[in-house]
Each structure stands twice: as structure tokens, then as C-alpha cells.
């Protein structure tokens, strides 16, 4: 019994390939792996400088007693 092309499995299969290749790249010893690090490492700093000084979310609620 042969699967119909397009079948769960075969994506799944064809998914994990796909991701199994990405990990192998991005944790390999490239300089487009070494970049992509320094991407993602830059982007997560971005988003907690943005999180704790730029947006009002980091910031620490004000006590209930100070508005009366």
C-alpha cells in the first residue's frame, strides 16, 4: 500500500528533513551561521531594552493607595 502523495506522514517526514538541516546549519561552524546568532542575539537584547526602558509594560505598577 503506497501513500498518496501529499500524505501527513510524508509532510511530516519532509518537515522534519527540513528542520534536522536548519539545526545542523545554524549550529554549525558557517559565517552565515555566525550571523544569523549574532541576529537573533541582537534582536533578543532589542526586545528587552525595548520591554524594561522604552514601553510602559516594564514598568512597576503603582501602588493601589496612591491614586486616592
Known amino acids: 500500500m503506497s501513500e498518496q502523495p501529499g ?3 510524508q509532510i511530516r ?3 522534519s528533513a527540513w528542520t534536522i538541516r536548519l539545526v545542523d ?5 558557517s559565517m552565515s551561521a555566525s550571523i544569523a546568532w549574532a541576529v537573533a542575539l541582537v534582536s533578543l537584547i532589542a526586545l528587552l531594552v525595548w520591554f524594561f526602558i522604552i ?3 516594564g514598568v512597576p505598577a503603582a ?6
Open 25 to 29: 546549519w545554524f549550529l554549525g561552524d
Open 13 to 15: 517526514n519532509a518537515i
Open 55 to 57: 514601553s510602559p509594560y
Open 7 to 9: 500524505s501527513l506522514s
Open 63 to 68: 501602588p493601589v493607595y496612591a491614586e486616592f
